[in-house]
């Protein structure tokens, strides 16, 4: 009976090793921590301190700098980025600093450590990115672009293959906006900040404006609806004039 019982435990631990090492080898590897959501990092310079965030969603990012306290506008770039080992690759599609860059590629080496990013590189504040929103998403988490606007009862629509663009880009709980012309090179205006999107309601919290400083700080909420990947968005506009979006999810 003991020797019975023996060959049947020794049996089933056998049968136990094998599947997990059955299960191990076909698993995954450990992963690098993503990039994937929102980032930000604070400086402390000269003439005032500064706030620098990063959003990463999908294929698509914007990098902007503004003043802490004020708000005040400083600079934004952004378009596809790729990361490849410990190399992140930006491809400008804007890029208010310095136009001439856009169409350009930037290589940058980073190094993270579970919610703390670093990048290195000419010319890049010095300093730990912290996390914001990493694992987070909400109905609307990803880029978009403007496609559509219903006036007098009528829509009109725009092809989102034109040169002139405006990019909205959400994390799981950070956006930004983004008019610019990647044919002429011109940059338009833009504005982000935190946002909130649940049960048909999209609330933005404005952090800074490039085009009224004055903005910053308003709360402005909307109704919004997802329907076959295109995102519409109505309510009033921030001069408190009706207005009806239609967006159209970035491949």
Do not use: C
């Amino acid at each position: 009976m003991r020797s019975t019982i023996h060959r049947n435990f020794r049996g089933i631990w056998n049968m136990l090793i094998f599947v997990f090492f059955s299960i191990a080898a076909n698993a995954n590897p450990v992963m690098a921590p993503g990039l994937q959501g929102a980032w930000q990092l604070d400086t402390k310079e000269i003439d005032g301190k500064y706030t620098h965030v990063l959003l990463f969603s999908g294929a698509y990012f914007t990098w902007t700098t503004h003043e802490t306290e004020t708000g005040a506008f400083i600079m934004t770039r952004g378009g596809s980025w790729k990361k490849t080992g410990k190399k992140l690759e930006l491809m400008y599609e804007f890029h208010t600093i310095d136009s001439t860059k856009v169409g350009t590629k930037e290589v940058m080496k980073l190094s993270q450590k579970g919610n703390v990013t670093r990048f290195k590189g000419k010319g890049l504040p010095k300093g730990d990115w912290k996390g914001l929103d990493q694992g987070v998403a909400s109905p609307l988490t990803g880029a978009w672009l403007f496609s559509g606007r219903e006036r007098d009862g009528k829509m009109s629509r725009r092809s989102t293959d034109l040169p002139r663009k405006t990019m909205k880009i959400l994390t799981g709980s950070r956006f930004q906006w983004i008019a610019y012309n990647t044919e002429t090179k011109r940059f338009f205006g833009t504005g982000g900040g935190e946002y909130v999107a649940n049960d048909g309601k999209y609330t933005e919290n404005i952090r800074f404006f490039s085009r009224d400083v004055s903005r910053v700080g308003v709360k402005l909420g909307f109704k919004f609806d997802v329907k076959e990947k295109e995102w519409h968005h109505s309510g009033k506009s921030s001069k408190g004039d009706p207005m009806y979006e239609i967006w159209s999810k970035r491949k």
